[in-house]
């Protein structure tokens, strides 16, 4: 069974920054596109960014400049940087990790991250 352990959510103040980071296996974080989405109360899941197995990133326009991903291959870990976060960045951000060969998706726990004074 695909796990995907998701750590770094909170509550953070506008203007503030977070860090998230999802650990996988060696097996799956070697093949796979990595990622990380994002669903708030009433809206479609989206994507935030990801980053391929050669380390090529993919950000969202929504958080372009105010983010960064990248891949610890020591660790098997991916994480997303967030900055200058804002009251919409508030949702429930979940970590993927996708197969280009077989197409198959894997998804996270989720890890709330609100975005309040």
């Known amino acids: 069974q695909v796990q995907l352990v998701e750590s770094g959510g909170g509550l953070v103040q506008p203007g503030g920054s977070l860090r998230l980071s999802c650990a996988t296996s060696r097996s799956i974080f070697s093949i796979n596109t990595m990622g990380w989405y994002r669903q708030a109360p009433g809206k479609k899941r989206e994507l935030v960014a990801q980053i391929t197995m050669r380390g090529s990133p993919n950000v969202a326009d929504s958080v372009k400049g105010r983010s960064t991903i990248s891949r610890d291959n020591a660790k098997n870990t991916v994480i997303l940087q967030l900055n200058s976060l804002k009251p919409e960045d508030t949702a429930v951000y979940y970590c993927?990790?996708?197969?280009?060969?077989?197409?198959?998706?894997?998804w996270g726990q989720g890890t709330q991250v609100t975005v309040s004074s």
């Open positions: 993927n990790a996708f197969d280009p060969f077989t197409g198959n998706n894997y």
